[in-house]
């Protein structure tokens, strides 16, 4: 059955491990991004093109942390983009 957001990532927390077998190339996997926040070992395949970045070994709170710092420095990339047009 269907679950929201919050109680999805409340029922994964619970586990150690998250399994994620994409069959066709994806980029980037929020729910094992998500997991991965949460200190879980992952276990998936090469068609999770995140496998191959260097961030993608950070797990816990230093993965959070590289993420808040993602998203700033991409927003203020976008914020200079529209102001030098």
Known sequence: ?????????NNISRN???????LTPET?????????MM???????RR???VGESWFSLKGEPLVDYM???RTEIL??????????
């Open 1 to 9: 059955l269907p679950c929201s957001p919050n109680d999805f990532l």
């Open 16 to 22: 150690d491990k998250f399994v994620f077998f994409p």
């Open 28 to 36: 980037l996997s929020r729910a094992v991004v998500e997991a991965r």
């Open 39 to 45: 200190g879980m070992k992952v276990i998936t395949n």
């Open 48 to 50: 999770l093109g995140a």
């Open 68 to 70: 808040v710092d993602k």
């Open 76 to 85: 203020n990339k976008v914020e200079k983009f529209v102001n030098d047009e």
